[in-house]
């Protein structure tokens, strides 16, 4: 395995390289950073953290905002597509990463003087100053979708989760067992050449078991929004990502429900039938095609399998074990909200 180093450019930005062995790129958050900075929280390598630390100081939520909160690779693409559609109608054109826009990357790429968000979306970024001045949208039933992948601690906007149920903001979160999420996070990594990340599972599960990956350990993360869903929950509503599976038409009815958007069991139907696995999937390859032929870049294989119970291929039995240790310890913590991780 070759050795990896970071450049003068990466070390000025404050990018750290989880292991010098098998890379992996990253920001981290640090005591005196900045009044409401959370310290030892990892980010991507491409984070602007005085941007992020302006949105949680400067962005109020609004009536119309609805928050999409997901560890990373457990669901959020799905969300963004439910929600928009339960927005805008089943029949109607959406690009759930464009039209619901990962906040956090928005003010740091515009803080980077992007043009545009070419490998995730068509939405230009946007710093703190022109979110905060948006207003609702005519259209999209009056809503305004975002995604985050931050901690309730770190929630990219004034004042937290109270501060959205003061507000009458709507905050989404879905979960996903965590062994599961592990597996498709390797392969998240190794799709993003800018992670520099060159090690295999056995590498990458250290990192992930050592809160070394972006939005750092999966139990704290869970456990912040489960007390933030338990604290206001009227506000914050927790979906599973095996619920999503198993019942889908279900699901995006408890989404609709959530949102106060009354939807017929036909509307609710088609919103399931265009956010099957199979259909984004066609839809995105089509979305990624239009945007090679203009010249711009894609993340590869954004959509791999999509399926449960995919760590078996590759957790040997102690650490399955020290996985469910993890696990059974957060969900004893939480147990008051009545939370758990579903099986898989």
């Given at each position: 395995m070759?050795?990896?180093?970071?450049?003068?450019?990466?070390?000025?930005?404050?990018?750290?390289?989880?292991?010098?062995?098998?890379?992996?790129?990253?920001?981290?958050?640090?005591?005196?950073?900045?009044p409401l900075a959370c310290a030892g929280l990892v980010h991507p390598f491409d984070f602007v953290l005085p941007a992020v630390y302006e949105l949680r100081e400067k962005l109020a939520p609004k009536p119309h905002d609805?928050?999409?909160?997901?560890?990373?690779?457990?669901?959020?693409?799905?969300?963004?597509q439910i929600v928009m559609l339960l927005l805008r109608g089943g029949s109607a054109d959406v690009n759930p990463m464009a039209d619901a826009p990962?906040?956090?990357?928005?003010?740091?790429?515009?803080?980077?003087?992007?043009?545009?968000?070419?490998?995730?979306?068509?939405?230009?970024?946007?710093?703190c100053a022109a979110l905060c001045a948006l207003s609702a949208p005519e259209g999209d039933s009056g809503r305004r979708a975002w995604k985050?992948?931050?901690?309730?601690?770190?929630?990219?906007?004034?004042?937290?989760?109270?501060?959205?149920?003061?507000?009458?903001?709507?905050?989404?979160?879905?979960c996903r067992n965590p062994k599961d999420a592990a597996v498709s996070?390797?392969?998240?990594?190794?799709?993003?050449?800018?992670?520099?990340?060159?090690?295999?599972?056995?590498?990458?599960?250290?990192?992930?078991?050592?809160?070394?990956?972006?939005?750092?350990?999966?139990?704290?993360?869970?456990?912040?929004?489960?007390?933030?869903?338990?604290?206001?929950?009227?506000?914050?509503?927790?979906?599973?990502?095996?619920?999503?599976?198993?019942?889908?038409?279900?699901a995006v009815g408890r989404v609709a429900a959530h949102l106060g958007l009354e939807r017929s069991d036909a509307e609710l139907e088609a919103v399931a039938a265009r956010s099957s696995f199979e259909v984004m999937k066609a839809e995105a390859a089509a979305r990624d095609a239009e945007t090679l032929k203009k010249g711009g870049s894609i993340k590869k294989d954004h959509f791999r399998e999509g399926k449960t119970g995919g760590w078996r291929e590759l957790m040997s039995p102690e650490l399955q074990r020290e996985f469910d240790e993890k696990t059974a310890a957060l969900e004893a913590a939480a147990a008051a909200g009545g939370h758990a991780f579903r099986a898989v």
């Open positions: 070759s050795s990896h180093v970071l450049t003068p450019e990466e070390e000025a930005a404050g990018v750290k390289l989880a292991d010098p062995a098998c890379g992996y790129k990253y920001v981290e958050e640090a005591d005196g950073d900045h609805v928050f999409i909160a997901t560890y990373p690779k457990c669901g959020t693409t799905w969300m963004q990962w906040l956090e990357m928005s003010v740091s790429r515009a803080a980077k003087g992007s043009a545009a968000m070419k490998s995730l979306s068509s939405t230009p970024p946007r710093d985050t992948h931050a901690t309730a601690e770190a929630a990219p906007w004034r004042g937290g989760p109270a501060a959205a149920a003061a507000a009458g903001s709507k905050v989404v979160v879905v996070m390797l392969h998240h990594t190794k799709n993003i050449p800018g992670f520099g990340f060159s090690g295999g599972w056995d590498d990458f599960v250290a990192l992930f078991l050592r809160g070394k990956v972006e939005s750092s350990s999966i139990w704290p993360w869970h456990r912040g929004w489960w007390e933030a869903a338990a604290a206001h929950p009227s506000t914050v509503l927790v979906v599973h990502f095996e619920d999503l599976k198993r019942d889908l038409k279900a």
